[in-house]
Structure formats: C-alpha cells, structure tokens
C-alpha cells in the first residue's frame, strides 16, 4: 500500500508552489489599519509575579495597562457602569494579566467552583491576544472570581470559538469587599507567535469582563461595531512585547490505564464474565519545532471516553447523530482543519495505535498535518434519503492535510487533503476553498472537493454500495450580508452521489440545495425592556442531482432576548418532502422558552409539532417533540442537571411510538482540581407492533450510569477514576444489568 505521507507530500509541495507566487506580493494583513488602533504597552518585570490572587506584586503597583470602558452588550458602546482595571506584564518566561474588577453589590457577584470551561455563566473577565497580529486568529483566556480557567480559540475566518482547546496556565481569584480579583499568567511556550525577523512586539489585544446579572451585560476593551463581519479587527494592540522568545514548548505526557469489563453471559440470565481487562501505558509528545509550528506524536494512545455523550433521541431520523470530538490529543488546533463542507470529523480515527500531528502557522500560512493507524474503520454511507453506520474489518492508515494562506488583511485561500486506505478500501478526497471579504458587510465563500474511493466487493454487495471505483465532487457558495440592522445569506450546495468524505460526517450526497435567508434585528442598547428583538424568513429547496424533488420547505421566526437573561423564539413554516417516493405536504410550527431567573437556577423549555413522514415505515406521521432542562447551583461547589426529550409519531390507526430519554447529572467540585460526578441516562420507548410493517418490541429501556473521580492540575496532569454500567429491559425481560466497567486513568505533564 502506497503510505498516505508520500501522497500528502506531494500536496503540500504542489500547493505551496501554487500559491505563494500568486499572493507574494500582498501586504501584510493588519498592516493597513495598525496605525488606526489604540495601542497599550505591556510591562516587562524584572521579578517573575506571583500568582495568588493578590495583587500585591511591584508589577501591578504602577497605573492599569488599561481601563474596560465600554459596554458593548446590552449597550451599544455606551458607557461601562461599573469600573474594570487591568494590568499586563511579562518577563522571559511567562505573559501575566491581572484584573480588579469593582461592583457596587459584591453579594450579587456569580461564582463557584466548577471544572475548567464550565464557568461561563458566572461573572468573569480576561484576555483574547491575536498573537500573529493577522486579525484571523486568537487565544482567549478567562478566569471567574475564584480563579475557574477558560481558554477558547477564537476564529474570524469561520467565526467560531473553540472551547475544546486546553492550555497549561496558572490562575487565581478572589472576592473582596469591593468586587473580585483576578491574576494569570501564561506561559510564552504555550503561545504561538513569531520571533526573529517577523516579530514586531505588537499583539493585537481585546480585554473583557462579563457581568451576568438580569442582562448579560458584555464590558470591553474596545469599540465593536454590531454587524460587522469581522472582530479580531477590531481589537486594540498590545504593544513593547520585544525581546521574547516563545521557546520549544517540550511535553512528554505518559499515561497509564486500566479498564476491567464484565457482562452477562448469556444475558439476561448468566453471570458476569470478564470481556475486557487491558492494563496498557501510553505516551504523547509536544514539540514547539518552531515558534508558531508544533508537532505532536502518541504512542498506544488511550482514547476512552472519560466524558460522556450528551444523550439524544435517534428514533424517526433519517440521518446518522454527530457528536463532537472529545479527546485531547485531536483538540488541539482542532480549527485548522474545518471547512464549511464537513470534511474533517477526527472521531472517524476511532482507535489509533499511533498518531502524529503538526499545526501551527508559518508567515502566511497555516498549515494541519495528522497521520495515524487506527485499528477500526467505521463508515458513514450517505445518499440523497438518508445515512447508515457500517464498519469494515480492515486496519487502515488515515492522513489529513490543510493548508490555508491569508491574502491581503481579510481574505484566506485553502487546501484540504484526506486519504485513508486499508486493504481493498480507499477514499481519498482533494479540496480547495476560498473566503473573500468586501468592505465591512459583505462576505463571499467558495470551496470545491472531489472524491474518489474503492469498496471492497462484498461489503459493496452487502450495503448497496458502487462495485470498484467511484467518484463525486462536493461544491459549497454562500454570501453572507451583515449590518446592524440587517442580516442575509444565499447559499448554493451540490453534493454528487458518489462523493464521500469519510475522514469527515458528510450524512447527505447526491443533492442541490439552494437557500436564501433574510433577517431584521432590532437591539435594545441597555435603554429597552429587551435585549435583542428579530424577525426573518428563509426559504430552501433541495433536488437530486437528477432534478427529482427532496424537499421544499418555507419558515419564519421571530427572536427575543430580554430580562432574567431570558431567550425565546417561536416560528413555524410549510414545504413539500419527498421521501423514497412518498410526497408529504407539511406544515410545522416550533418554540423555546429559556431563562436564569436567579443566579442558582435556570431552565428551558422547547417544543415541535409538525406534518411530516414515519420513516421507519414510508408513510405520512405527525411528529410531536417537548425537551426540557433544568440546573440548579446548590452553594458554590454543587450543580445539578436535570433533562428529558420526548418524542412521539402518530399514523393512521393510532399511537406508532412515544420514546422519552432522561438524563441526570450532579457533580460536587471540592475545589479547583478534584470533583466527583454522577451521571444516569435513562431511555423508553413504547411502540404499538401491529402499526409496524416490521417486527418490533412493543417495549424497549436502556439504562446507562456513571460514576466520575477527577482529581486535574492540569489538562494532561490528571487521575481519574470511575465505574460504569449499562442494563437492558423489554417485555420479556425486566430491566438487567448488560455490563458494568472499572476504569483507572493516570496521566503527567512533563515540560521541558
């Protein structure tokens, strides 16, 4: 088998060939408007700063680096009313900030203790450095008042903010009688910026603090004018950062697990028998090469799910459930890789024996690299009507490449390469795509891909799949209009039928669709009873690529946002489906329904009903759904979670099915390290047989619970330590125990 790095080789040689003489000669992006910003200097200090929570270091004794003084959200850019200080040092090793934040109610102050990222509801404030200057990318770290961390990649070319991103960094909080306190400091080998020749000193810089309290009220550092289609270029610069260097950033991360698995045999009535009782160690390794490039690699990875999925209903869909990446080692500069078509899904690699990854950025360009060996080949087979789960026996060899290079100060080209081969099967998938922004209102994407992959023959007979080799292309337009006021996208997609992107979640080929949206908004600015307030309407129509209808479909909505951080949207439309011949006229109506009434309490409630199609049966079903959530922050060291999804279809000659799922989750956080968490899923679904034209249970439960040790220093410096179950229940068999698990996770950051 030719080895996937030979092929992402030539790639990356050929697109770096292409593309560089073609934009050699644009400016540096930010250049333009750099002198246009405000500028705040960072001071070195000659004393590494102590991180406590006091700010009782000679670095913080001089005038604030800066003051917060505008509220951007409720208010338009009016006046902050309450006053927000910050301070920003460095010295060789480390970039420090601190903050005092003032509150003229210091009782009304949110926070608790919680695990890292999960305190965004609470008061908080921090940092979003653009590192590179380029307006494209930024890290963002924020602390609550006791000292809980946040870190997010924030990215303005997709406009998404990436949480799953988890740097090691010290951090500290207080409250006093005044307000809060907050300091950090972040160590310059966890940073990615230039040095040498193309270091000028100068970051871009936004400072926030978010003040939730009947509004969630957004303070900033700077001006944000609403609307605009970008943010990072709006940010201030941070400036006197020479003379730094980020270093190597040198990690080794051993791990060594546990897990032991027993299950009935036979169920439901033998005894437990042992399936699984892996003891295995594992190591990953960090690698600053350059400044801004970083290479990983994982050896014997452990890869189990310490955090479990979120339960979801998967009863009348046509298309297969996505959930999100979750592991660590494929996290990180997870944002290199997406693509407005989802090309790249790093959950495909289930089960690696190994694995390398390269990220980072090189002048112009940044650039992802993963390669790895993965014991299972799980697939998504897609067509026009629906998707399926199926696996091949096979070991394969999986490798993603992208490359992306910024053009001018707000516009990026990009390149995208998969491969994964095993045995007879292969796909391979080459793609490019473009974003070009027009002023401050108008955005334009493009992206092209084309697929090629091989079945092998039996497995192609078995799932009616293409018998030798196929192909298809993947084409993605949009254009996005953005003011304050306004809002509008047209969007064109084609998928052929046999394009597959199996490195990706791609549930749907062999289709056209057009949609085109439109969007009044009217904001409150702090002087109305609400918030925000829209109204819009899109329409889309889908077709086969041999013109045969999908679906057609009109909808409207109307959006508020006001007191008690309420939220609620309600709407309803009308369309025409077609489903394996089965045309349906359809009318549905929607709402949701969410607020935080009190700082230790909020809930939602969503519901649905609609004329649509029992897919399971090819016949016409109206669908009703209602979910609910509910969370209660008992002190500052107890959160409990309480949801439930319901969902029902109704045929002619009655009820088809009712099917609920529960989930319950609680979890005690000692303090800034060590929790215990309980989670229990409970899901039931009754189904009347004789409305089936297949056999059926008349009654099926599953029962999943978890019981969670954390104790982390760090994201990689950790020991967990758990136990599990799953049961199973129908009318034959009463609800029994299937399996239950122990498992031992010790992992250790060493950095060099």
Sequence with gaps: MTHPLDRISAALTLAAACLSPLFAQAPPAGDSSATRRAEFRALRTALPITVDGALDDVAWSGEPTFELLHETRPGDNTAAKVRTLGWVAFDDRNLYFAFQAFDPDPKSIRARFTDRDRAFQDDFVGLVLDTFNDERRAFEFFVNPLGVQMDLVQDDVSGNEDESWDAIWDSAGRLTENGYVVEAAIPLSTLRFPDGAAASGTWGIDALRVQPRSSRVRIGLNRIERGRNCYLCQASKLVGLTGIQPGRDIELDPTLTSVRTEAREPFPTGGYETIDDPTEGGLTARWGITPSLTLQGTLNPDFSQIEADAAQLDVNNQFA???????????????????????????????????????????????????????????????????????????????????????????????????????????????????????????????????????????????????????????????????????????????????????????????????????????????????????????????????????????????????????????????????????????????????????????????????????????????????????????????????????????????????????????????????????????????????????????????????????????????????SDTAFGSPSIDLTRESRTVFLKLGYAWRL
């Design 321 to 723: 459930l996505f959930y999100p990446e979750k592991r660590p080692f494929f996290l990180e500069g997870a944002d290199y890789f997406e693509t407005e078509i989802n090309a790249v899904h790093t959950r495909d690699i289930a089960d690696p024996d190994w694995g390398v990854k390269l990220s980072g950025k090189q002048g112009r360009f940044a650039v992802g690299l993963i390669l790895a060996e993965d014991r299972t080949t799980n697939l998504l087979l897609p067509s026009s009507q629906g998707s399926r789960l199926a696996s091949l026996d096979d070991a394969n060899y999986s490798a993603i490449a992208r490359a992306r290079r910024d053009i001018g100060d707000n516009s990026t080209l990009g390149l995208l390469y998969t491969d994964r081969s095993g045995g007879a099967y292969s796909n391979r998938l080459l793609g490019g795509d473009a974003l070009h922004r027009v002023g401050e209102k108008h955005t334009l994407r493009f992206e092209g891909m084309f697929s090629q992959t091989r079945y092998p023959q039996g497995f192609a007979l078995d799932y009616d799949q293409p018998l030798g080799a196929f192909s298809g292309h993947a084409v993605n337009a949009e254009y996005e209009y953005s003011t304050e006021k306004w809002r509008g996208y047209a969007e064109y997609r084609d998928l052929a039928d046999g394009f597959r992107a199996d490195l990706g979640f791609i549930g749907q080929v062999d289709y056209r669709r057009m949609e085109v949206c439109g969007q009044r908004i009217w904001n409150g600015n702090g002087e109305r009873w609400y918030d925000q307030i829209s109204t819009g309407a899109n329409v889309d129509e889908t077709r086969t690529q041999a013109g045969d209808l999908v679906e057609r479909e009109l909808e409207a909505w109307w959006y508020a946002s006001g007191p008690l951080q309420s939220e609620m949207n309600f709407g309803g439309g009308g369309g025409t489906e077609v489903f394996q011949g089965l045309e349906v006229d359809k009318l549905f109506v929607f709402g949701y329904f969410g607020a935080r009434p009190a700082s230790w309490f909020n809930f939602y409630v969503e519901a649905a009903a609609k004329q649509g199609i029992d897919y399971a049966n090819v016949r016409e079903g109206d669908e009703t759904s209602i979910s609910t959530g509910l969370r209660f922050d008992i002190g500052r060291h107890l959160r409990l979670t309480v949801d439930d999804r319901f969902e029902r279809v109704d045929v002619e000659g009655g009820r088809l099915f009712a099917a609920n799922v529960v989930e319950v989750r609680a979890t005690y956080q000692f303090n800034l390290r060590t929790f215990v968490r309980v989670i229990s899923q409970y899901f039931e679904i009754d189904r009347d047989p004789g409305l089936y034209t297949f056999e059926v249970e008349s009654n099926e439960q599953e029962l999943f619970n978890q019981l969670l040790f954390s104790y982390k220093i760090n994201p990689q410096t950790v020991l967990f330590a758990g136990y």
